[in-house]
């Protein structure tokens, strides 16, 4: 596709479940960028891949939360033991190189914890 | 302890008159500022940016000003139009950062 591509568009899971959320960036783009959205809050950055470089994992909000950017390509961002507060969309988006302007974003995966 | 704040949760503005946006800044790293639109069910799009050194920069309808002693800036739209309508998220970022830090969002209706 032309776009950031994000599976599930939507997900409802029970408490202390595990969830996987998926980014399919756009072709050829070697930055990965994964943001969450809580209600009435800004984006809040969780982790960024650049080509084969260790990833800034500076914003994962806990050690239940990791991701993975398999071949420079799909991430997936897995949530361990979700809790309820982990409820938001997650953003994916993708570029060329760190450039604010040229930062493309996926629709987003809305996760509900119950 | 948020770096960019919108503190205007919501703003409502008649058709052809302008749109004010503004946005607050603590951090005096940041050195290049967005603006980003958001529909409902689709992911943030890029609207404008402005780097520190200028303080101000326009392109159509959009203009951006900064204001960097005041640590504010603000996006303004004339004449505002109903496909205005939307989230509008400020970011900023400093020159060795990767992430983009973001506002909460201003939702702006723009009424025919």
């Known amino acids: 596709g032309a776009g950031v591509s994000q599976s599930p568009s939507n997900k409802v899971t029970e408490k202390g479940k595990d969830v996987e959320l998926r980014c399919d960036p756009i072709s050829g783009h070697t930055a990965l960028y994964w943001y969450r959205q809580s209600l009435g809050q800004g984006l809040e950055f969780l982790i960024y891949f650049q080509g084969n470089s260790a990833p800034d994992k500076s914003g994962l909000p806990s050690d239940r939360f990791s991701a993975e950017r398999t071949g420079g390509s799909v991430s997936t961002l897995t949530i361990q033991r979700t809790q309820q507060e982990d409820s938001a969309v997650y953003l994916c988006?993708?570029?060329?190189?760190?450039?604010?302007?040229?930062?493309?974003f996926g629709e987003g995966s809305w996760l509900t914890v119950v | 302890d948020q770096q960019v704040k919108q503190n205007s949760p919501s703003l409502s503005v008649q058709e052809g008159r302008i749109s004010i946006l503004n946005c607050d800044y603590t951090n005096s790293m940041f050195d290049y500022f967005l603006w980003y639109k958001k529909y409902p069910a689709e992911g943030p799009t890029f609207l404008i940016s402005i780097s520190s050194i200028k303080d101000k920069n326009e392109d159509g309808r959009f203009t951006v000003f900064l204001n960097k002693s005041a640590k504010h800036l603000s996006l303004h739209i004339v004449p505002s139009q109903p496909g205005d309508s939307a989230v509008y998220f400020c970011?900023?970022?400093?020159?060795?950062?990767?992430?983009?830090?973001f506002g909460s969002g201003t939702q702006l209706t723009v009424l025919p």
């Open positions: 970011a900023a970022t400093s020159g060795s950062a990767r992430q983009l830090t």
């Open positions: 988006a993708s570029s060329l190189l760190f450039s604010g302007n040229t930062i493309y």
